[in-house]
């Protein structure tokens, strides 16, 4: 055998992977600790690189001559990453799952990332920008080798399998639960990351889904906030009113 099965495939793919996760932007990174972790608990002989080419910043100029004998005693200086000229940097990454198995290999361009501006190629990266790209180049070749987190950059919330009909509330219960993260209470100032209190939490139930559970405590605590916000509302009336 020269690589996993398709069960082994499936068991990694069917792993939550959800609160290990960072968004950068449009783009969701899962945590490298979390799919090496993963990773080692069903492969513990995994290994992982990024591949070194030519520093071409420092060679630029030199002799050919004094090139080639660097060269032949391996000696050049060499980089993580690949320059590619008014295009930006790239990783390359390359992994076995088990002694004798066949390698996969990825590439991964650096990327900069702005507050409100979409990622683009970073033309002038630091080595904490050059360690995060490998960190996240390996991340992603774990789960395009094993599955864990696939789903993730799929743009998906859940693996299927863990989509459990027993535990998801029913379309009347839903509506009931929007219509009171809907209130004016609710969505009258923005908290964090420019959403409401009602946009952050119908954010959370589209990625878990609409847990039952979950909704139970979410909608005591929204109940008792609106509560709150009525009776503020009355004693600045009441206050005003004398």
Known sequence: MNGITKEQFIEGLSI??????EQKGDLT????VFAEAECRKLYPNARFEATKFVDHGVVAGWDAAAIH???ENEALPMV???FVPEKGYLIHVIGWLEPGFESAELWFPILLHGKKEQPKPHMNPTVFDVNTAIMRAKTKLISM???IGLYIY????LPDNLVDSSTIADEATVAEFLKLIDHPDMNDEKVKDGKTRGELIRAKYDQIGWDKAEMKKDTEKVTR????RLSNA???VAVGAS
Request: hydrophobic letters at 35%.
């Open 16 to 21: 939550n992977c959800n609160g290990n996760t």
């Open 29 to 32: 990174y899962l945590s490298w």
């Open 69 to 71: 004998a660097l060269a």
């Open 80 to 82: 993580p990453y690949l």
């Open 145 to 147: 080798m094993t599955g």
């Open 154 to 157: 799929a743009g998906e919330d």
């Open 225 to 228: 906030f609106i509560k709150a």
């Open 234 to 236: 009355d004693s600045r």
